[in-house]
């Protein structure tokens, strides 16, 4: 039995990859690791918490001697990397916090696993000859977009938040083991996910958060700007798919082609609220939406084009956006009850 180290396992993607991951691969023991920031909650894998193949510990990612210890302990043969600093508008206020953990804590965990599976560069020992380290990261590292075109696997680097410039950093650090030691890695960049278990400060659960509550939806700017957003179980999928069957030192995007703007986003989730739970005087909760002033280099565009992993590995995205919301909006209301 193999262990693979799944980093982030309590936060939003990586606590929905982890019950997929086990019910998939029972070849596999799971460790989850995550520090339990604000945003790691072990809630979000409660329905694993008991199973005989799955092991989590607290941890930081930075914390190299804890790693090296786990590498160890556990004998790990493989690692998916999703723990990351992720929320834009903190990276604007706090942008130290983000390259601690996207940029030195991605380097700590590629090192030594670089250490633990390889005698010297381009020699990996014996039995983790198969070892692999899988690195999940964002479309945002590709800037932003006009009205046309999509970000492909060979689209320049263009970061334009604190957030998006740790992750392209922490890409081109997994990037460069390839390169030079002849590590086994593979790196996705997803879209916009979306989807039961995200945290409250995102756009969809602060969307439905306000409404609920009867507060006006904050909407950046003009609401003009588009993202291409992808439900969690979809990414999941590719994620697997990648780690599986991925082509070393390639990257793969991950994206659900369903590019929508935030207006249609909180219109599309207020008329699924009037539908489900009416207010009481009649209005559509679209008298909430209200117009804030927008955030700092707030990119207008994000589209990606999934056309690799299509083609090469088979993947495809399951939902649509509009089938997506509405598991999405049902959970949360559940959720709230």
């Known amino acids: 039995m193999k262990t693979i180290l799944i980093t982030g396992g309590a936060g939003f993607i990586g606590s929905n990859f982890i019950p997929y991951f086990i019910k998939n691969n029972s070849d596999f023991n799971v460790l989850n690791l995550d520090s339990l920031t604000y945003a790691g909650d072990l809630k979000n894998v409660k329905e694993v918490e008991s199973h005989n193949r799955y092991t989590f510990m607290k941890g930081d990612i930075c914390d190299r001697n804890l790693i090296e210890e786990l590498f160890k302990k556990n004998d790990i043969n493989g690692v998916i990397h999703f723990a990351a600093e992720s929320h834009v508008d903190n990276s604007i206020s706090s942008p130290d916090e983000f390259i601690r953990t996207n940029v030195f804590g991605t380097f700590t965990l590629i090192d030594v696993a670089r250490n633990y599976w390889m005698e010297s560069p381009h020699n990996y020992k014996d039995q983790y000859k198969n070892c692999r380290f899988h690195h999940v990261s964002t479309d945002e590292v590709y800037g932003t977009l006009g009205e046309t075109g999509l970000f492909e696997?060979?689209?320049?680097?263009?970061?334009?938040?604190?957030?998006?410039?740790?992750?392209?950093?922490?890409?081109?650090?997994?990037?460069?083991?390839?390169?030079?030691?002849?590590?086994?890695?593979?790196?996705?960049?997803?879209?916009?996910?979306?989807?039961?278990?995200?945290?409250?400060?995102?756009?969809?659960?602060?969307?439905?958060?306000?409404?609920?509550?009867?507060?006006?939806?904050?909407?950046?700017?003009?609401?003009?700007?588009?993202?291409?957003?992808?439900?969690?179980?979809?990414?999941?999928?590719?994620?697997?798919?990648a780690y599986a069957k991925g082509v070393s030192g390639e990257t793969y995007n991950i994206g659900g082609r369903n590019e929508r703007n935030n207006n249609y986003i909180a219109s599309k989730i207020c008329e699924l609220l009037d539908q489900k739970i009416p207010r009481k005087d009649g209005k559509s909760y679209k008298v909430l939406i209200t117009y804030v002033k927008d955030r700092p280099g707030h990119d207008m565009r994000y589209a990606i084009d999934a056309t690799k992993i299509e083609n090469e590995l088979g993947w495809k995205a399951d939902e649509n956006f509009e089938t997506g919301i509405e598991k999405t909006v049902a959970w949360y209301l559940e959720k709230i009850k």
């Not at 039961?196 to 006006?216: C, S, V, Y």
Request: charged share 20%; aromatic share 12%; with cysteine.
């Open 153 to 241: 696997e060979t689209t320049p680097y263009a970061p334009n938040s604190p957030y998006s410039a740790s992750k392209a950093s922490s890409d081109f650090i997994v990037r460069s083991y390839f390169h030079t030691y002849g590590m086994n890695v593979v790196t996705t960049n997803c879209s916009n996910n979306y989807g039961p278990k995200q945290h409250d400060e995102k756009l969809i659960p602060t969307i439905i958060r306000k409404a609920i509550a009867g507060e006006n939806i904050p909407i950046y700017g003009d609401g003009k700007n588009v993202r291409d957003w992808l439900y969690v179980l979809d990414h999941c999928k590719g994620v697997e798919l």
